[in-house]
């Protein structure tokens, strides 16, 4: 196994260097743009070999087999014997195999040590659910490395065929507020997409991500739930109360009547069929992106939703604002690789609290990523003559990728029990 390893490597070292093209520096670039790099070479010979090439590369030097040959004639750290050693391979063209041969490699030799680097941790007695979050993030690092392009015609056809077919149900999730559903592209939140969601707290931007969790659940399309803010017990004495049409208040006064009781029964039986999967204690990034990631796998989620940004946790040692441009950055890299659509929850700035106005992008709190990375924005807010317990609140979605740009209007919020939508 290591011969032939090597033997591959030094093929293709020995194809950047003897090509038949005009200038080898345009294989090397091709070769890099594969994924080569010095990370593939194992092979001491090889690995000196590639940084002699990046080097020259670097300083913009033809390095064909004369300037090579001066290059490792001049330096004292280098031995000419290397270079000679890939005579035995000859002039060689491009060869497919050989360069995903060392790609699929590096992948394995990547596997491999985060596998022990997982078994090492846990003699050490780290959590289980660090050791998971590490393994998950080396593997997703593996796996980014696979190389899937497609070509121009491809691309097209697939344009095509999305142009003109059905959508297929979970593809886009509406927010059950026919006249935002009617500017959003698709009708709903769709795939690969970030969705924002702010308000101010008692504008309802919870009950908003409940609304249309339960609307898609209740049509067996499976949903995630990250949860910060709540736990899953009162998560779901929200859906009920929606579900049953039904004030939870009511039954913990004691005055809930007969009517009551049965709508809550039904709200139960219907809600033990409900595709819906809640994780309330993922506070750290990297493990919340994880649980979604085995979420994904495990029930074939097709809307997540995380309540709220601001309650993530990020391993990075930075200024708030920068660690929310990058947990921004990961929900919406997420939002992609699973192709599904993110609803990320967040809070407005304070300042819009004291002005009598339509909030705008900039009124996200902590971070202007969040207005650079998301696919959509939509804010709840209320105007200052609004009845704060009122039945209605305004929204307005400022911005969308590939659709309507702005709509502005209001729905209703039944507020006793949760409700948003149209009546």
Known sequence: MQN????????????????????????????????????CFTDPTCTRIYSVLLDMQSRDIEFDEICLMTEFETSPELDIEDLMSLTDY???????????????????????????????????????????????????????????????????????DSLFAEPEAGDYIPTGIKALDDDLNGHGYG?????????????????????????????????????????????????????????????????????????????????????????????????????????????????????????????????????????????KLLAKSLKIPVLLLCQMNREIAKEDRVPRATDLGESGALERDADSITFLFLGKEDDPNGQMVRYVMCKQRAGKGYSIGQTAFIRQIQYMGDI
């Open 191 to 331: 795939k690969n997409q970030l969705c924002v969601l702010a308000a101010r707290p008692g504008c309802g931007k919870t009950a908003f991500a409940l609304n249309v969790a339960h609307r898609a659940v209740s049509k067996g399309i499976p949903v995630g739930i990250m949860s910060l803010e709540m736990e899953t017990s009162e998560l779901m004495g929200r859906m009920l109360s929606i579900d049953g049409k039904v004030q939870m208040a009511r039954f913990k006064d004691g005055v809930a009547n007969s009517k009551d009781q049965q709508r809550l029964k039904k709200a139960v039986e219907n809600s033990k069929k409900w595709p819906i999967y809640i994780k309330d204690d993922a506070y750290d990034l990297n493990y919340l992106l994880a649980c979604a990631k085995n979420m994904h796998r495990r029930h074939d989620i097709k809307l997540l939703v995380v309540d709220y940004c601001q309650l993530i946790k990020s391993h990075l040692k930075l200024p708030r604002n920068e660690q929310v441009a990058n947990i921004s950055r990961e929900l």
């Open 90 to 160: 000859g002039t060689s063209s491009f060869n497919p195999y050989h360069v995903d041969a060392i790609l699929e490699q590096k992948r394995l030799r990547g596997i491999v040590r985060a596998a022990r680097l997982a078994i090492e941790n846990a003699g050490m007695g780290t959590e289980s659910h660090e050791i998971v979050t590490e393994l998950q993030a080396a593997v997703t690092k593996v796996s980014e490395s696979v190389s899937d392009e497609k070509s121009i015609d491809s691309c097209v056809d697939d344009f095509v």
């Open 4 to 39: 032939d390893t090597t033997e591959t490597q030094r093929k293709v070292i020995s194809q950047i260097i003897h090509s038949d093209m005009p200038a080898p520096w345009q294989v090397l670039q091709d070769y890099q743009h594969k994924g080569i790099d010095a990370d």
